[in-house]
C-alpha cells in the first residue's frame, strides 16, 4: 500500500540512529542499576544480618567447642571437643546450670506423672487425627523425649532439697511470667474493652511500663521491695515481715524478679488482647445475646475464638523475648543469692567475665537450642491448627 | 457512641474502674516513688517510708544539683552516647528495614541453594585462611574470584531454588538468637578491625539487631499500599527508588513512626550488646546507671535521678504517640 511507504522516515531513521549511538554512561549505569533495584534493596539488610548473625553463629559454634585466650593484640584457640558441655551438663557446672538434683517428693512425681499424660494425650491426639507422617511422628518423639528430660531435671530440683540451675530458673521465668501476663492481660483487656470514659488514659497508663529500660525497674523495685525503709513497710509490719530481705531468700528473690517482669510485661498483653478483641464482630455477640446466649456462652464460643490468632502470637512472642532475660536479674539481684535468680545469659556472661570464653559460648548455644526447642514446638504442635497460614 | 462488645450494667462499671484504678496505681506507684525519692535528703529515705512532699518531707533538689551540676560530665557523655547511637541506628536500621521488606513485598527473587551454598564454603575458605596467618586481602581476593569462578561454572546446574517467603522467614526468625550467643564472635570481630568501644560499633550491632523487627513489621503495611500507584508511576518513567522514596514511603509513614519508635525504644534500653562491646568511652546510659550499684547502692536519691533522666525520654514519647505503638504491636502480632 502507498500509504504505509508515507511513514515518516526522517524520524524512523533518527530514532535508529539515537539508538546506535553510544549511550552515555551514567544513563547506562542508572538503568542497569534500576533493573537490578530488588537486589540492590535487599542485599545490605541481607549481608549485614550474614555478618552478624549467621557467620558469627558459626564461628560461636567453633568457639564453644575450644578454649579461647586473648593474649597481645589477638586471641588464641585451643581445640577441646565437646568438654565445655560435657562440663556444663554432667561436669563440674552442672550444679550451676543444671541444679542440684534430689528425691522429688509425691508432687514431684505426681507431677511428673501429669506432664507425661499431658504429653501422651497430645501424641495420641496427632495420631487419631489421620494424616500421620513418618517424619511428624519422629519430630514429635523427639519433642516428647526432650519434655521429659526437662521436665524430669525441673521435678529433681524445684524441691526443698535440691537447688535449680540456671537452666531451670529461666524456664520458671519464662513460663511463671508468660503465663501469669497473659492472664491478667487477658482479664484486664476484657475490662477495658468496655465502653467507658477515660478509655484512652488508661491506655496510655498501661503503655509506660514496656517502655521503661529494665535497668531502671530493677531499682525501682528494689527500692520497693526494701521491707524497712521503702513504701510498703506498713504492709510488712502488718504482715510480721518487716525484717525479712526479700533479696536474701532464694524463692523471695526470684519473686522479686517475676514481679517486676510481670509489672514490665503485662501491658504489653493488654493492648495486643484489647485490640484483638475491639476488633471482633459486634454483630456475632449482638445476634448471640438476641438468642439469649449467657455472658460465658459469648466468651466461650465466640470471643476466645475471635482472639485466638492474636494471642498465640503474642505468646510466642513473648516466650522468644522472655529467654533472653538478664538486665532485670542482674540489677535487682545480682543474680542472687547464691545464682537462685541467674538466668542462663547471666550465666553465660558470668562465665565470660572468669575468662572461660569457650564456656560461655556453649552456655549461649545450649540457650539458643532451648529457644528453638520451645519456639519451633510451640508453633508447630501446641499453636491451634488453624491460626497457621 | 460507638457500640461495643460488651454494654455493661452499673454496678460492673463500678468493679471495672475499681480494677482498672487499681492496676494504674500498681504501674504509677514505683514511677511516683522514684520521683518523690529524688527529691528527698539521705536523711528523709532513711529515716522510715515517707509518702508525700511537704507534707511528710521537706523536698530538695540537692540529688539534682548534684547529678547535673557536680558530676555532670560523667552523666553527660552516656547520655549523648545513648542519644547518638538509638537515633543513628533506629534511622540506619529503617532504611535499611524498610528497603528490605520493599523488595520482598513487590520483586520475585529465587535464589538458588547451591549459589547459597557456594558463598558460604568461599566465605569460610577465607575465614579459616585468614585465621591461619594468611593475610587477609589475599584471602578475601582469593575467595571472591573462586566464588566468581565457580558461580560463572556451577550456576547453570542448580535447580532447587528459595522464595520470598523462605527470604522474610529467615530474616524475621534471627529475632530468635539470643544475643549472647553471638557476642562473643562480633566481640572478637570488632577486637580484629580495632572497633571495639566505639559508637560505629554499638550502631552497627544494633541495625543488626533490629532489623528483623523492621522487616517484620513494615512488610505489612508495604503489602497494603496500591500496586496501581506505582505501576502509574513506572508509566510516567520514574525509577524504582524514585517511586520508594517519593510515593510509597509517603503512604506508608504510619508504619514507619510506629517502627521507628519500637527500634527507637529498643535500643535506648538495650543492655547485652553494650554490656559486651563497650568499656569506658562509648559506654551507653543503661549501662552506667547499671555500674552505679557499686559506688552509689544506698544512695537512692542520686539513683532515682539517674533512673528518671534515663526512662523520662521514653515515657514522653509513650503518652505523645500512644495510638502509633499501639497499632504497631498489634500490626506484629497479627502478621506473626
Not at chain 1, 533472653?324 to 543469692?337: E, R
Not at chain 2, 508509566?235 to 510506629?258: E, H, K, M, N, Q
Amino acid at each position: 500500500m502507498p500509504k504505509s511507504i508515507l511513514v515518516d522516515l526522517p524520524a524512523v531513521r533518527q530514532s535508529a540512529e539515537l539508538n546506535s549511538a553510544p549511550v552515555p554512561l551514567l544513563e547506562r549505569l542508572e538503568a542497569s542499576l534500576n533493573r537490578s533495584a530488588g537486589f540492590v534493596l535487599l542485599m545490605p539488610a541481607v549481608l549485614l544480618i550474614a555478618s552478624l548473625a549467621i557467620f558469627p553463629l558459626f564461628i560461636s559454634l567453633y568457639i564453644s567447642l575450644a578454649r579461647l585466650k586473648f593474649i597481645k593484640g589477638g586471641f588464641e584457640l585451643k581445640f577441646v571437643g565437646l568438654a565445655n558441655y560435657a562440663k556444663l551438663l554432667v561436669g563440674l557446672d552442672r550444679e550451676h546450670f543444671v541444679g542440684r538434683l534430689a528425691s522429688p517428693g509425691w508432687i514431684g512425681w505426681s507431677s511428673y506423672a501429669l506432664l507425661v499424660c499431658l504429653l501422651g494425650w497430645l501424641f495420641l491426639n496427632y495420631w487419631q487425627r489421620g494424616a500421620v507422617h513418618a517424619s511428624g511422628v519422629v519430630w514429635r518423639l523427639l519433642g516428647c523425649g526432650i519434655s521429659l528430660l526437662i521436665g524430669w531435671y525441673m521435678v529433681h530440683t524445684l524441691v526443698p532439697n535440691g537447688r535449680p540451675g540456671t537452666v531451670i530458673v529461666t524456664l520458671l521465668f519464662v513460663f511463671g511470667g508468660v503465663g501469669s501476663q497473659f492472664l491478667v492481660g487477658l482479664g484486664l483487656a476484657i475490662l477495658c474493652a468496655q465502653h467507658f470514659a477515660g478509655r484512652r488514659f488508661f491506655r496510655v497508663v498501661f503503655l509506660l511500663p514496656m517502655m521503661i529500660t529494665p535497668v531502671g525497674i530493677g531499682y525501682m523495685f528494689r527500692m520497693l521491695a526494701d521491707t524497712s525503709k521503702g513504701p510498703l513497710k506498713p504492709l510488712w509490719v502488718l504482715l510480721g515481715l518487716e525484717n525479712t530481705s526479700w533479696v536474701q531468700s532464694a524463692w523471695g528473690a526470684r519473686a522479686a524478679v517475676m514481679v517486676g517482669d510481670f509489672w514490665q510485661w503485662t501491658p504489653f498483653m493488654f493492648i495486643v488482647l484489647l485490640a484483638a478483641l475491639e476488633s471482633q464482630s459486634v454483630e456475632e455477640v449482638e445476634a448471640a445475646v438476641v438468642d439469649g446466649a449467657t455472658f460465658w456462652q459469648i466468651f466461650r464460643h465466640i470471643t476466645i475464638p475471635a482472639i485466638l490468632p492474636v494471642s498465640s502470637t503474642v505468646v510466642l512472642i513473648r516466650m522468644i523475648e522472655a529467654f533472653k532475660i538478664i538486665d532485670l536479674p542482674n540489677i535487682l539481684t545480682n543474680g542472687g543469692p547464691g545464682t537462685a535468680t541467674e538466668s542462663v545469659t547471666l550465666h553465660a556472661y558470668s562465665l565470660w567475665r572468669r575468662l572461660d570464653i569457650g564456656g560461655s559460648a556453649a552456655v549461649g548455644y545450649l540457650l539458643l537450642v532451648l529457644v528453638t526447642f520451645f519456639a519451633v514446638s510451640y508453633a508447630n504442635f501446641i499453636r491451634p491448627r488453624h491460626t497457621v497460614e | 457512641m460507638k457500640r461495643t462488645v460488651f454494654s455493661p450494667s452499673r454496678s460492673g462499671m463500678i468493679l471495672t474502674y475499681a480494677i482498672l484504678g487499681l492496676w494504674a496505681v500498681i504501674i504509677l506507684f514505683p514511677l511516683y516513688w522514684v520521683a518523690i525519692t529524688s527529691l528527698k535528703l539521705p536523711i528523709a529515705v532513711f529515716a522510715g517510708p515517707f509518702y508525700v512532699p511537704f507534707l511528710d518531707f521537706q523536698p530538695s533538689g540537692h540529688a539534682w544539683k548534684y547529678i547535673f551540676v557536680d558530676v555532670r560530665r560523667d552523666v553527660f557523655r552516656p547520655y549523648a552516647n545513648t542519644v547518638f547511637v538509638a537515633t543513628v541506628s533506629s534511622l540506619l536500621a529503617l532504611l535499611l528495614g524498610s528497603s528490605a521488606s520493599y523488595a520482598l513485598a513487590r520483586f520475585v527473587f529465587r535464589p538458588k541453594v547451591g549459589v547459597i551454598g557456594l558463598f558460604i564454603g568461599c566465605v569460610s575458605i577465607a575465614a579459616f585462611a585468614t585465621y591461619n596467618g594468611v593475610p587477609w586481602i589475599v584471602a578475601v581476593a582469593g575467595a571472591a574470584a573462586s566464588y566468581i569462578l565457580l558461580f560463572l561454572g556451577l550456576a547453570r546446574r542448580f535447580r532447587k531454588t528459595l522464595g520470598n517467603s523462605d527470604i522474610a522467614f529467615w530474616l524475621i526468625s534471627q529475632r530468635m538468637l539470643p544475643p549472647v550467643v553471638v557476642v562473643v564472635p562480633i566481640y572478637v570481630m570488632f577486637q580484629q578491625i580495632g572497633l571495639l568501644d566505639t559508637l560505629t560499633a554499638l550502631v552497627i550491632a544494633y541495625v543488626a539487631a533490629n532489623l528483623p523487627i523492621v522487616v517484620w513489621l513494615m512488610r505489612d503495611y508495604f503489602e497494603s499500599v496500591p500496586i496501581e500507584l506505582e505501576e502509574c508511576a513506572a508509566i510516567d518513567g520514574a525509577t524504582r527508588y524514585r517511586i520508594l522514596f517519593s510515593i510509597v514511603l509517603p503512604l506508608a509513614v504510619p508504619g514507619l513512626v510506629s517502627t521507628f519508635l519500637f527500634v527507637l525504644v529498643f535500643s535506648w534500653n538495650e543492655y547485652l550488646l553494650s554490656l559486651f562491646l563497650t568499656g569506658a568511652r562509648s559506654q551507653t546510659l543503661p549501662l552506667m546507671v547499671a555500674g552505679q550499684n557499686a559506688t552509689r547502692g544506698p544512695e537512692w536519691w542520686y539513683m532515682s535521678v539517674l533512673i528518671l533522666i534515663m526512662i523520662l525520654p521514653v515515657i514522653g514519647l509513650a503518652i505523645a504517640l500512644d495510638r502509633y505503638i499501639a497499632r504497631g504491636l498489634l500490626v506484629g502480632a497479627i502478621k506473626g
